[in-house]
């Protein structure tokens, strides 16, 4: 019999029952005992390991470290959450919990809007204090990245969508919304590149950005330029696709939200349904191009002058995850199949590597020969096919080294070498899916 890699029960940080009790009759289906076996592993890993709760100013607070780093990713924190909001309504502590990450969500959005991570104390002066951008304390990192806010709106959406109470959306909630949106429209550039900078000292090219901290140059075009990705990488051409496709959702979510529980606030439902639209129309303008093999196809990232980069990375948002997302209208579906083949071509894709372990998106966050269990899962969450899924499955389950979780990146032909054994985001997602395969396609599994 497999050993539990979970804590003992007095060491977890959260016990929620409605979880466990889903946890319990979803392994009980799964014919293969290691995969029942890493579902239990994977699934509570967040609420088990990263979370601390409390109470700040008389309203519930959550603090969700990432996993093996101590801070709060604005993007790792909203997606680890993400797969228990079903339960909510089952757990009121579960809903407390996710109730007070959105509470502190929306003081780091305040703090600065241009940040991506932070520290439980405010106080806490970052290991990246030298870098040449405006850090400030509680701040682990400044890296301005699109995702970030979209996250933010994400979690906020979904649980409103699973009933929580609309009463933690409050005016300090708003106020951080305005300041959301003010920024993407900062990032669109037409009155200039903006008050964002950052440099800082390396010898990774992916870890800074050029002209004096700018990015490179974009014309604007109505898109939000972003100077990194959801890796952390720097971008080539700031305009990323995958994040404003993102934006795009993200701001009509947020427009349904404000309208419900704010219905006096019709300007600014309007503003966000105005700069989503503005985004929409730019990406079809400007982001569709012509592949010499797969034909219309997405870009990766753009300048808005014409330069093109055809790649995709395996965090969230990809190319790739845009369904998973909901980030796709009707109207786009056969142009993201397409781009999904071009995205899963190995000699076509610069970043598909293919070895005798698995197959899958890497990316140049570590190396382009270490494949991303994130990428093999949402490349399942998004698939048609069912062999597809079973192959996905198959190299999920054959490729965690015997530790019985996700990692970060594993080499193409050796499990054994792989990055972050303790990468909280990567292990629900795993839960999600197996899940979501049970709901939906039960024969694969069980």
Not at 91 to 120: M, T
Not at 197 to 213: K, V
Not at 231 to 240: E, H, K, N, Q
Request: charge should be negative; hydrophobic fraction near 45%.
């Amino acid at each position: 019999m497999l050993p539990c890699r979970r804590p003992p029960l007095a060491e977890r940080r959260f016990t929620s029952p409605a979880v466990e009790a889903r946890l319990a009759r979803a392994s009980a289906r799964l014919r293969d005992p290691e995969l029942a076996w890493l579902l239990c592993n994977c699934y509570p890993n967040t609420l088990d390991t990263t979370v601390f709760v409390g109470e700040h100013a008389g309203k519930p607070d959550t603090y969700v470290i990432t996993g093996d780093i101590d801070a709060l990713w604005l993007r790792d924190s909203s997606a680890q959450v993400w797969p228990y909001l079903a339960l909510l309504k089952e757990d009121p502590a579960l809903e407390r919990l996710v109730a007070g990450l959105i509470h502190r969500h929306a003081r780091c959005v305040a703090l600065d809007p241009y940040a991506n991570a932070f520290y439980r104390d405010p106080a806490r002066v970052s290991k990246w204090a030298a870098d040449r951008t405006d850090i400030r304390p509680g701040m682990h990192e400044r890296k301005w990245e699109l995702d970030s806010l979209c996250y933010v709106v994400r979690l906020a959406h979904g649980y409103w969508r699973a009933g929580g109470d609309p009463a933690i959306f409050d005016a300090d909630w708003l106020a951080a919304m305005r300041l959301l949106v003010a920024t993407m429209r900062e990032q669109q550039r037409r009155a200039g590149a903006g008050p964002y900078t950052f440099q800082r000292h390396t010898w990774r090219s992916t870890e800074t950005c050029p002209d004096e901290g700018r990015g490179n140059a974009v014309r604007p075009v109505g898109l939000v330029a972003t100077h990194f990705r959801p890796s952390d990488d720097a971008t080539i051409f700031p305009y990323l696709v995958p994040a404003n496709f993102f934006a795009v959702v993200s701001l009509r979510q947020l427009a349904a939200l404000v309208s419900s529980r704010f219905p006096a606030e019709t300007a600014f439902v309007a503003e966000c349904l105005a700069l989503a639209d503005e985004i929409r129309a730019a990406l079809l303008a400007h982001a569709v191009v012509k592949h010499p093999e797969h034909g219309e196809i997405l870009a990766f990232e753009i300048d808005g002058f014409g330069s093109t980069y055809l790649a995709d990375d395996a965090n969230v948002p990809s190319l790739l995850s845009l369904p998973y997302l909901e980030a796709l209208d009707p109207a786009d579906r056969d142009l993201y199949r397409r781009t999904r083949r071009f995205l899963l071509t190995e000699d076509a894709h610069p970043f598909f590597a293919r070895g005798s372990a698995a197959e899958g998106i890497s990316s140049p966050h570590v190396a382009r020969d270490m494949i991303w269990p994130m990428g093999i899962i949402v490349r399942a969450l998004t698939s048609e096919d069912d062999a597809e899924i079973a192959a996905c499955i198959h190299w999920l389950k054959t490729t965690h080294a015997g530790t019985g979780f996700m990692h970060e990146s594993f080499h193409q032909d050796d499990p054994a070498r792989f990055t972050r054994a303790w990468f909280a985001w990567a292990n629900t997602l795993f839960g999600e899916l197996i899940l979501k395969v049970l709901d939906e396609r039960p024969h694969l599994v069980t």
